[in-house]
């Protein structure tokens, strides 16, 4: 059973009750990424823009394409 509030505690707002905070379990940490570093290669300008063509319309980022690339080519 709870306590009805005073009145004047009613009218100063002190009286408005908060439900309880529900405890939510943790989720746990994800694991820290690995720094990323910046890797610069010189291609021709044609190529690059072959590239840029092909990453847009698949829908990828050039980056994700490179990089899946170089994980391709070390996993031989």
Not at 5 to 33: C, M, R, T, W
Not at 40 to 66: C, D, F, H, W, Y
């Amino acid at each position: 059973m709870t306590k009805r509030p005073k009145l004047n505690a009613v009218f100063s707002g002190d009286a408005v009750s908060k439900p309880p905070k529900e405890v939510q379990p943790s989720a746990p940490e994800p694991a820290p990424a690995e720094r990323m570093v910046q890797l610069n290669i010189a291609v021709p300008e044609t190529l690059r823009r072959q590239v840029r063509i092909k990453s847009l319309q698949t829908g990828q980022e050039m980056n994700t394409v490179v990089k899946g690339l170089l994980i391709a080519w070390l996993e031989e």
